[in-house]
Nanobody
């Protein structure tokens, strides 16, 4: 069974940091493009960041550029989202997702309809 499991969420004060992890099981993450998405209360799910299969290309939503960093460790079959300078508007359930990518150099995308494997999500709350 192909599964993704997020961890690392929690309650943090504005300006703080969290690192989310996305661990894959049942498949090798090496061959997959990875995306992070989030859904705030009362809002639609939106793309946050993605990383190409090879790790050399990344993409970010404008609101998180310069604050969030996506990365992957294929040896650990895990992807990460480092979130710094967190704001209350970052409060949401964060999901990781994966899509098989035959080309390691193709630019990844934040169109969630493309992604086929999804985690259950982890709650991030930014509040004082």
């Amino acid at each position: 069974q192909l599964q993704l499991m997020e961890s690392g969420g929690g309650l943090v004060q504005p300006g703080g940091s969290l690192r989310l992890s996305c661990a894959a099981s049942g498949f090798t993450l090496n061959y997959y493009e990875i995306g992070w998405f989030r859904q705030a209360p009362g809002k639609e799910r939106e793309g946050v960041s993605c990383i190409s299969r090879g790790g050399g290309r990344t993409n970010y939503q404008d609101s998180v550029k310069g604050r969030f960093t996506i990365s992957r460790d294929n040896a650990k079959n895990t992807a990460y989202l480092q979130m710094n300078s967190l704001k209350p508007d970052d409060t949401a359930v964060y999901y990781c997702a994966a899509i098989f990518s035959p080309n390691p150099t193709v630019v990844c995308g934040l169109d969630q309809k493309r992604y086929r494997i999804w985690g259950q999500g982890t709650q991030v709350t930014v509040s004082s």
